[in-house]
């Protein structure tokens, strides 16, 4: 029971904690503003998103997979092993999201028809998959941008930016959206919420790469 061992790993740890509980309100808001459009798009919305979770998770599931390299290089302070990693990591999420994206974009009407045998389910499913698809094939480097914050031991930063697609930027856009196109901007929050995530997490790793960097030269010197 050693503090300095303990309080890392609770910390990094809080991270997935604090992700799946917002992910979970984010949904209930989800929910209730689609079901004042009807069960319909209830159903829709949940058969697309079972599809998009195809891209998602396989995204999560390779970011997580290197993780302890990335971790491992950094804490024995090869960083150019730790960027190669990272690199080769980059092209393989945009890679396997590509390949993935296209694959469902393809099949869309057979991958939500598989869930529900109703036409305007399946119609408006049609439509929903196209929009979560929008982000697929770069969807895993938002991943990566968590995995490189939360490997370095950037726990702070790592949980803001597990946040954002989860909620902290989610809900604005999803009530944003909601307010001024109605059922197309709900549509449409996934994606743009994706770049916007994206876009926030790519900046917060530089800034902390730009220390990291400058940390681990001082040290060499």
């Not at 808001?29 to 919305?45: C, E, K, R």
């Not at 998009?52 to 599931?61: I, R």
């Not at 009407?109 to 119609?123: C, P, R, Y």
Request: charged share 10%; hydrophobic share 50%.
């Amino acid at each position: 029971m050693n503090k300095e061992v303990i309080v890392p790993i609770v910390t990094l740890g809080l991270l997935l904690a604090c992700s799946t509980i917002m992910m979970s309100i984010s949904h209930m808001f989800m929910n209730h503003i689609l079901a004042g459009y009807g069960s319909v798009t209830v159903a829709a919305s949940g058969v697309a998103g079972k599809v998009s979770m195809v891209v998602s998770m396989t995204a999560m599931g390779l970011c997580m997979g290197l993780q302890p390299a990335v971790s491992y290089s950094c804490g024995s302070g090869e960083l150019k092993r730790m960027y190669q990693i990272i690199r080769n990591l980059g092209i393989m999420t945009v890679i396997a999201g590509s390949l993935m994206t296209a694959g469902c974009l393809l099949g869309k009407g057979s991958l939500v028809a598989a869930f529900i045998k109703h036409e305007e389910v399946i119609a408006l499913g049609e439509k929903m998959v196209v929009a979560s698809m929008l982000m697929g094939p770069f969807y895993g480097l938002y991943q990566l941008c968590t995995t490189f914050l939360q490997s370095t031991g950037k726990a702070s930063y790592a949980t803001v930016v597990a946040l954002l697609d989860k909620g902290l930027i989610y809900l604005p856009v999803l009530f944003g959206l909601n307010a001024l196109s109605g059922l197309n901007g709900v549509i449409y929050t996934a994606p743009l919420t994706d770049m916007l995530s994206l876009l926030a997490g790519a900046v917060l790793c530089f800034k902390w790469n730009k220390k990291l960097s400058g940390s681990f030269n001082c040290q060499s010197s």
